[in-house]
């Protein structure tokens, strides 16, 4: 039987969710009533607010309801995670929005840019709560050093599938086909990792999960390692900035694809030594 728990709305953590629905909304709302403008980041922006408004109202409902009590996984575990990926996502457009999208006189993009700014604070302010309740640390997989790596790593992902261009995807150079190929299929691979853990799923594997996930993330760190190689390689030779490049100019999101994919080189690489370190060292002490 579901039953109503005002605490849900009225405990600080709950105050801040209902704080971080109205905030998200405000933001698009605001940046719909500009009008709809053809980039991929806007785009972004956008898809962000609305998915940090959903599931922020979502949360509410669930815990309101007591419906989260019901739920096959860790809810806690669930909340914390979904509060640092929105902390990540709100950081991003509160950069990326005003960078590219607003001027002097652009008040409601402006207003946008602040509110954003005050979404992330109170995404953050979450995290915090969180992790400090009283009721002791959170030990579910996305609130590990791990699992924060995990999203971290996908999150950087969809950065680069936003800054790459139509023909990027359908380009018939092997290098780039490479890079994007190994975009691709590491988003996948983390995706289901991080689906396969929070579900519980991973006892139901005959062989230790902990060691496929490290065999996984060498073989990423690598593979990201040859992108952050032939990445830049490839579309920079010969192909220097044009002089009338404006604020979205395709050849800025190269190399804002050459960034985060060196970003997540570094994140691979140091959930790889976490791993090994977790599994082969700290479980058998």
Same mark, same amino acid.
């Given at each position: 039987m579901v039953g109503v728990d005002l605490r849900a709305l009225t405990q600080p953590v709950g105050i801040m969710r209902i704080m971080a629905t109205i905030l998200a909304c405000l933001c698009f709302s605001l940046v719909a009533t500009v009008g709809h403008v053809p980039s991929p980041y806007w785009a972004w922006c956008m898809f962000t607010w609305c998915f940090?408004?959903?599931?922020?109202?979502?949360?509410?409902?669930?815990?309101?309801?007591?419906?989260?009590?019901?739920?096959?996984?860790?809810?806690?575990?669930?909340?914390?995670?979904?509060?640092m990926l929105a902390s990540l996502m709100c950081l991003a457009v509160s950069i990326i929005y005003p960078t590219f999208f607003?001027?002097?006189?652009?008040?409601?993009?402006?207003?946008?840019?602040? %509110?954003?700014?005050?979404?992330?604070?109170?995404?953050?302010?979450? =995290?915090?709560?969180?992790?400090?309740?009283? #009721?002791?640390?959170?030990?579910?997989?996305?609130?590990?050093?791990?699992?924060?790596m995990k999203m971290l790593e996908t999150f950087l992902a969809c950065l680069i599938f936003t800054s790459l261009e139509k023909s990027q995807f359908n380009s018939t150079t092997p290098g780039l086909q490479w890079c994007?190929?190994?975009?691709?299929?590491?988003f996948i691979f983390a995706i289901l990792i991080i689906l396969l853990t929070i579900t519980q799923l991973t006892s139901f594997f005959p062989f230790s999960f902990d060691k496929i996930v490290i065999v996984y993330n060498i073989l990423a760190a690598v593979m990201y390692l040859t992108a952050m190689v032939i990445w830049p390689l490839y579309s920079f030779r010969n192909n220097e900035r044009p002089s009338s490049c404006g604020h979205t100019c395709a050849w800025d999101k190269l %190399?804002?694809?050459?960034?985060?994919t060196i970003f997540?080189?570094? =994140?691979?690489?140091?959930?790889?030594?976490? #791993?090994?370190?977790?599994?082969?060292c700290i479980s058998n002490q």
């Open positions: 940090c408004c959903f599931f922020s109202l979502l949360i509410l409902i669930l815990e309101f309801t007591t419906v989260n009590a019901k739920l096959p996984f860790a809810w806690d575990d669930f909340t914390t995670a979904f509060a607003t001027c002097k006189t652009c008040h409601r993009q402006i207003g946008a840019s602040v %509110v954003s700014w005050v979404c992330f604070g109170v995404y953050v302010g979450e =995290v915090a709560l969180t992790r400090l309740r009283p #009721s002791g640390q959170v030990s579910g997989f996305l609130s590990t050093l791990p699992g924060i994007v190929a190994v975009y691709s299929l590491c %190399v804002v694809v050459t960034f985060m997540n080189v570094i =994140v691979y690489t140091l959930d790889t030594a976490y #791993s090994i370190r977790l599994v082969f």
